[in-house]
């Protein structure tokens, strides 16, 4: 065991150098002790003696420093092929050295790899040039670099970026060396990236189909027109419909002179102010202009100019872009429901006169028939003159209000109509003058509650009033004829807060049915029958209160009829 171990360490360099230098030091220690007496001798063979341990003492601390950095690169070479993938092989490509991180890649065992081909790992879609391109650079005793596609033994696939440099023994070519690093995740990431780019370059394609189709097919028009480079672009579609060829190259003068001269110039002005009036702080001031416009063909137009217009970053405008639209068609069915409103609305100002006049009217007519009934029945040689007087006294105040009403209507659809101060009770009494005849021809009471305590001022228009109080008024009367209700009877009273002032008017004809009450102020609804109405007596009243008057307008079912309340806001609380 002694041997074994005065063998090992004589083995060992760093051993033997540190003996050699004790030897030496133990040879001059017994040559000054037994064998010189001379004083210099001694001095040199000291000095000796120190230099030989410095120096063992610098060889001690490089062993260990050299040991140390042993220890690190072994270590690192550890990490290195635990995590790099690292091969050799021979002169004709048969592996002899595979590691750890090789094995576990490729899934083989080194007993599988060791001896076999590199080409056991070759995936079949990698090209034939490639291999061909890298022997080529290794017979030169070249250094390869490339990314290749590599296959598992489970058939999977791996990508690893592969660098092989040729490893020589005393200048001769020996075999080749493979560093190889795991780009799998790196490879399918840019795959699935690029698949994604793809299919968003096809939905791209297919939209920019679609806009192409869109803009080309469509009878409106894209243009846009770069101010530096007087460059001006028209779709082809409208470039057709215009009348110039598909391949014409049509500036913005060509444009400009399918404009009438006469807007020409107006047109030049719409778009000079509209780029010049802009914000500075907006990176694009958007304009509509309208303009005639005639084809080559000669067809008119009528444009509706729609864009922006785009400034840089010196806020100066650099190009336009916009819709050309044909608004033709549309500007003409507008002409025509323009004219089939104001035919509507002149059948509905009609329909209102008629409405008001159709009381008064037969106010006239019972008036008159009752003189010739009294006429005939005494049979009269001589004529109450008194009479007579009478009779047309009250002809003249119904055709009075027929006038009236005709100055009513002008002012309502004028839009010239003043409001004024007016007392309510004037206006009821004005209503009940022109009702009372054709109530008491149908034999309806009419029962009046404390209108003469009531003074209150309202603020609007008085005939607007007395239009709804006669509406309301000529309902009720209507629908207690047609129910042939039993001692029919109508109940206007007023009642007032500090606000508002309210006006009831109550029948005893049952109410208005539930199924119909929320339609009653519907414009042409009604439950009478076409000869006697037309359903806007109701809808017109309404509007007049909440419009003209600010107030509000309802009904309410009660005490076995319908109660019909107008709500006005007061002006004065009551006149002195």
């Excluded at 070759?122 to 061909?132: D, G, L, Q, V």
Aim: charged share 30%; net charge negative.
């Amino acid at each position: 065991m002694k041997l074994s171990f005065f063998k090992n360490y004589l083995e060992n360099p760093y051993k033997r150098i540190e003996a050699t230098h004790f030897l030496v030091i133990a040879i001059l220690l017994v040559n000054i002790v037994f064998l010189t007496n001379d004083f210099f001798s001694i001095l040199l063979q000291s000095l000796l003696i120190i230099a030989v341990f410095l120096h063992n003492r610098d060889d001690m601390t490089l062993k260990h420093t050299l040991q140390d950095k042993e220890r690190e690169i072994s270590e690192d070479r550890d990490i290195f092929y635990k995590n790099i993938i690292v091969s050799e092989s021979d002169l004709q490509g048969n592996i002899t050295y595979a590691n750890e991180k090789f094995c576990e890649i490729s899934g083989y065992t080194e007993e599988e790899l060791i001896g076999k081909p590199h080409s056991i790992v070759r995936h079949p879609e990698t090209p034939k040039t490639f291999f061909e391109t890298m022997w080529n650079t290794l017979k030169a005793e070249e250094k390869f670099h490339g990314v290749i596609k590599n296959r598992k033994k489970d058939g999977s696939a791996y990508w690893v970026d592969v660098s092989i440099i040729p490893i020589k023994k005393k200048n001769r070519l020996m075999g080749y060396r493979a560093i190889r690093f795991d780009i799998t995740n790196q490879v399918l990431m840019e795959e699935q990236l690029q698949h994604e780019s793809d299919v968003k370059e096809v939905l791209i394609q297919k939209q920019s189909n679609r806009f192409n189709f869109a803009i080309n097919s469509s009878r409106d028009g894209f243009w846009d027109y770069d101010i530096a480079s007087k460059e001006f672009y028209l779709s082809s579609g409208w470039k057709e419909r215009l009348g110039f060829k598909n391949e014409e190259k049509v500036s913005y003068l060509d444009y400009l002179d399918l404009i009438p001269e006469k807007n020409r110039f107006e047109h030049h002005i719409q778009m000079h102010d509209i780029i010049e009036n802009s914000s500075s702080e907006v990176k694009y001031v958007h304009f509509c202009v309208k303009y005639p416009l005639i084809t080559k063909s000669g067809e008119q137009l009528l444009i509706e100019d729609v864009g922006d217009a785009f400034c840089n970053e010196h806020k100066d405008v650099t190009h336009l872009t916009g819709f050309h639209r044909d608004i033709t068609d549309q500007e003409r069915q507008r002409k025509i429901i323009e004219s089939q409103n104001r035919v509507s609305a002149m059948g509905e100002v009609m329909g209102n006169i008629a409405h008001q006049w159709r009381q008064p009217i037969g106010a006239i007519n019972n008036t008159l028939n009752d003189l010739e009934f009294d006429i005939e029945l005494e049979e009269l040689e001589v004529i109450d003159t008194q009479k007579v007087l009478a009779v047309t006294k009250k002809v003249k105040e119904y055709t009075s209000h027929l006038s009236q009403t005709i100055d009513d209507f002008r002012d309502l659809t004028s839009h010239k109509k003043e409001k004024s101060l007016f007392l309510v009770k004037e206006v009821l009494a004005e209503a009940f003058k022109i009702t009372t005849h054709e109530y008491e021809k149908y034999s309806i009471k009419i029962t009046i509650l404390e209108i003469d305590k009531c003074v209150c001022k309202i603020y609007g228009y008085s005939r607007e009033l007395l239009q709804v109080l006669l509406n309301i008024l000529n309902n009720a009367k209507d629908v207690l004829v047609e129910k042939e209700i039993k001692s029919p009877e109508v109940v206007v009273s007023m009642q007032r807060d500090e606000e508002t002032l309210s006006i009831c008017i109550r029948d005893n004809a049952g109410g208005v049915p539930l199924s119909v009450i929320d339609k009653i102020f519907d414009p042409y609804f009604t439950t009478k029958h076409e000869s006697i109405g037309t359903g806007i007596g109701l809808y017109m009243s309404k509007k007049i209160i909440d419009n003209d008057f600010e107030g509000h307008l309802e009904v309410i079912n009660e005490d076995g009829g319908a109660n019909f309340v107008i709500s006005l806001p007061r002006v004065e609380k009551t006149l002195s």
